[in-house]
């Protein structure tokens, strides 16, 4: 056997079981818990991302709009 392999199937025996245990408790099966874990990272790093470039986009268009005059009279 390969020693990836060994390796994933002693985690997947003798592993804390969380997925399995939210699944055995949901009633569904661990993969689907699995998957929906990874796919769940994947939005939540990506929206946080999003954000950022939302807020640094923001930012700018805010300086551009708002900028400090020294009078009342500089248009």
Do not use: P
């Amino acid at each position: 056997m390969n020693v990836f392999y060994k390796l994933l199937l002693y985690f997947q025996k003798r592993g804390f079981e969380v997925c399995g245990r939210i699944a055995e408790r949901l009633g569904i099966r661990a993969r689907v818990v699995r998957t929906s874990f990874i796919y769940l990272t994947f939005v939540t790093v990506g929206f946080g991302f999003a954000l950022y470039l939302f807020l640094a986009f923001w930012l700018k268009i805010k300086d551009l709009v708002y900028t400090k005059r020294n009078s009342v009279f500089d248009l």
